[in-house]
């Protein structure tokens, strides 16, 4: 035992002063005893049990004294004494604060307000300028709109938004548009406690709702008690495409391109690219206009949606993402859109460098890391595609595609501890994907393929059957439940839904033929003539 420590300990907890205290009141009670004693003409034992009720109260008084002392807030507990190593560390080292988490912002879809009730485009297309503005500036996390767009038309109370994508601040709003006049309505929401932070309504012209994007997103910026480096402040009021340009109405049309893009499908696809050349027409300098028609047509030339006159697609891709580029060599949207038509000409050294520098100018996006690792992986840099999704997902935790991607690459290294944790990962973030939407196909089957791998069989079994069950039958349905039933040993049922996929008119030979699902098919006759209808 320490018995200088004790001693310490003992006069800190105040116990020699209590011990005294009890001693000069115990004398002081003897003394007026005894005397009353003999007055009142009382028996010899009384005296005897006071000193016994003395002496029991002592080590009463010592715990009492121990445990408890009398402080400005009345009776307290009284704090051990902290270990000598703990004390040692306080006198050398000054007292770190606590660390403050770092705050997540959600943009939610705006609301339709408009009487026709047609600018769901324009909401959705104001929502992603600030999102995409907000993703510029350090020292606060973007919700991605992959994950906060799932709320969209569901009237849910904000803080059981807040849990479900982890933000600890909400900004939601309404566009009411009507001619050349619109109303912008918009409000930040404390996400833990539900109480509104800041709102304000802007009625302008349309050619003013560039402004007000601005403004917006600096009052964000501003109620998080975020402090934007000079870079950023530049960088926040020049991101959006609203900034790119001064024709109301070329911001329409790349807001409806953006629109149908999103969509997918031929068709969408096909108003996109019109939506966008109109935007270029209408102004030749925007830049973001340029980059989303190069990105329409790399869809196009990716998944076979036309291939009658492929050159003339690759061409107007290269054109457009070239002029994206030099308009506005900053732009990371018109860098990615490069990096895949690059790509897809084979061009992979001059492809690879655009992914980069597209992931560098815009450090919170996760989607030029995602197209990254799917080209890393058709090429076989497996090592590489790892990095490259592992980034994507740490941009956004969210995404369960390119963790079940990263499930595939690890597979092909040969590496089952690795995919096996990038499953667990995918699962969960499919999970938290269902908590919001259970209908959520994509979530269905690529957490199904997952669960057939590494989790619950049952499971992914019962999710598979339910896309099964709804009838899709656009190409990356039939795609990815072609993978589940090629693992589940069903190779016939597998055969024929990639056979109904690649019908379709949509497929990529050299990513069918680097898919880690479909090695049990590589030497079926069946699967070699399925992937000789695939034109490219």
């Known amino acids: 035992m320490n018995l200088s420590l004790l001693y310490e300990e003992l006069r800190r907890r105040r116990v020699f002063r209590v011990v005294v205290a009890y001693g000069i009141a115990s004398f002081a009670v003897l003394q007026i005893a005894e005397p009353a004693m003999h007055g009142l003409h009382l028996e010899e034992w009384v005296l005897t049990a006071v000193l016994v009720l003395l002496g029991l109260g002592f080590p009463v008084a010592v715990a009492l004294a121990w445990a408890f002392d009398v402080g400005p807030g009345g009776i307290e507990r009284t704090p051990p004494l902290p270990r000598p190593e703990a004390a040692a560390r306080e006198v050398t080292t000054p007292a770190a604060p606590a660390p403050r988490a770092v705050p997540a912002v959600a943009v939610l879809p705006f609301a339709d307000l408009s009487p026709e009730q047609d600018q769901a485009y324009f909401c959705d297309g104001i929502a992603e300028e600030l999102l995409d503005a907000l993703c510029c500036v350090s020292g606060m996390r973007v919700v991605p709109r992959s994950s906060s767009f799932q709320f969209k038309g569901r009237d849910v109370d904000s803080r059981e938004i807040g849990r479900a994508l982890g933000a600890t601040t909400l900004l939601e709003g309404s566009v009411r548009k ?111 206009a340029h980059a989303g028609l190069a990105d329409a047509d790399v869809m196009i030339l990716q998944w076979n949606f036309d291939l009658e006159h492929p050159e003339q697609v690759r061409a107007e891709a290269l054109g457009a993402s070239g002029e994206a580029i030099r308009l506005r060599p900053d732009l990371a949207e018109a860098h990615l859109a490069r990096a895949n038509i690059l790509t897809v ?44 999704y592992e980034e994507a997902a740490r941009r956004n935790p969210d995404d369960f595609a390119s963790l079940a991607l990263l499930v595939n690459v690890h597979e092909r290294r040969g590496d089952t501890a690795a995919a096996r944790d990038a499953a667990r990962r995918a699962e969960e973030a499919v999970q938290r994907r269902l908590r919001i939407d259970p209908s959520d196909e994509r979530a269905l089957y690529m957490g199904a393929i997952g669960d057939l791998l590494y989790g619950d069989r049952a499971r992914g079994i019962a999710r598979a059957e339910r896309v099964v069950a709804s009838g899709r039958g656009d190409f990356a349905t039939l795609y990815n439940l072609a993978c589940f039933y090629v693992r589940l040993g069903d190779k016939d049922r597998a055969l024929q839904l990639l056979d109904r996929a690649v019908g379709s008119g949509r497929g990529s030979r050299k990513w069918m033929q680097s898919d880690a699902d479909l090695e049990a098919l590589r030497s079926d006759p069946r699967f070699q003539a399925i992937l000789a209808r695939v034109r490219s």
């Open 178 to 288: 009507a001619g050349s006049r619109v109303r912008v309505a918009a409000r930040l929401v404390d996400a833990t406690e539900g109480l509104e932070l800041w709102s304000q309504r802007f009625d302008r012209e349309l050619t003013d709702v560039f402004a007000v994007q601005e403004e917006i997103a600096r009052a964000l910026v501003k109620a998080m008690e975020i402090r934007p480096s000079s870079t950023e402040e530049e960088r926040l009021g020049k991101v959006g495409a609203s900034r790119a340009t001064r024709s109301a109405e070329a911001y329409e049309h790349y807001l409806r391109g953006r629109h149908h893009l999103m969509a997918h499908g031929d068709r969408q696809i096909g108003l996109a690219r019109e939506s966008f050349r109109r935007a270029v027409e209408l102004d030749p300098s925007f830049a973001h």
């Open 345 to 388: 000409m084979g061009q992979a050294e001059e492809g690879d460098r655009e992914f980069r520098t597209a992931a560098e100018l815009n450090p919170g996006w996760g989607d030029a890391c995602y197209f990254h690792g799917r080209a890393l992986a058709v090429a076989g840099r497996l090592d590489e595609a790892v990095a490259v």
